[in-house]
């Protein structure tokens, strides 16, 4: 099946420091999402980008299908930012398999 | 609009009970999955349905857990009888063919002693 790399695993920023989240994967998709689990666990969907560039404040993604990545940008990162990113893909249909996730941490 | 319901939130139940988890999913959304969160595993798809039938259920771990859809706006995921390698949180998403972006449920708890 299709395999998703997350880098990094883990990221410790001072806040208002800008990073970059980066999702590798496998083989061809028709759906790619990025969500975020806060520290209390639930799971809000940032982005439905399966190709191209989305802003949406001071989030950003963009997915290069054809090389097979996709980027999440944080810029001027928050507290509230802090928890586990995850990049989710489907090769056909909806069978949605996500990362491992990048572990945030920002610091006050 | 409420978003996906799940409940309970937390369930504590012995080894060998029936458990029942259930998920309310947005209405007019025609997709809904099924996943469980481990340390170990991380976000696994157990089963998703799409207008009520089920579509693809090849992540569903054993015959212990069987899940359902009798109408649009419920879904039951069962396990029967429970074993504490069980425990996990259990999400419940769910997805329309106009935007296929996921919104998920406040997951329930479970843990099996």
């Known amino acids: 099946g299709i395999q998703v790399e997350q880098s990094p695993p883990d990221l410790i920023l001072q806040e208002g420091a800008n990073s970059t989240l980066r999702c590798n994967f496998s083989?061809?998709?028709?759906?790619l999402q990025w969500f975020h689990q806060n520290p209390w666990g639930q799971l809000i969907n940032l982005f439905y980008?399966?190709?191209g560039t989305k802003q949406n404040g001071r989030l950003s993604a963009t997915t290069v299908a054809t090389e097979r990545y996709s980027l999440l940008y944080i810029s001027s990162s928050q507290t509230t930012d802090s928890g586990v990113y995850f990049c989710?893909?489907?090769?056909?249909?909806?069978?949605?398999?996500f990362g491992a996730g990048t572990r945030l941490f920002v610091k006050a | 609009d409420a978003g996906v319901i799940q409940s309970p939130r937390h369930e504590v139940t012995e080894m060998g009970q029936e458990v029942t988890l259930r998920c309310k999913p947005i209405?007019?959304?025609?997709?809904l999955f099924w996943y469980r969160q481990t340390m170990m595993r991380g976000l696994e798809l157990l089963i998703y349905?799409?207008?009520?039938?089920?579509?693809?259920d090849s992540g569903m771990p054993e015959d212990r857990f069987s899940a359902k859809m009798p109408n649009a706006s419920f879904s039951t995921l069962k396990i029967q009888p429970s074993e504490p390698r069980d425990s996990a949180v259990y999400f419940c998403?769910?997805?329309?063919?106009?935007?296929?972006?996921?919104?998920f449920g406040s997951g329930t708890r479970l843990t099996v002693v």
């Open positions: 998403a769910s997805s329309g063919s106009s935007n296929y972006g996921y919104t």
């Open positions: 083989d061809s998709v028709n759906n």
């Open positions: 980008i399966p190709s």
């Open positions: 989710a893909v489907a090769t056909g249909g909806f069978k949605t398999i």
């Open positions: 209405s007019g959304h025609d997709y």
């Open positions: 349905f799409n207008n009520n039938v089920p579509i693809d």
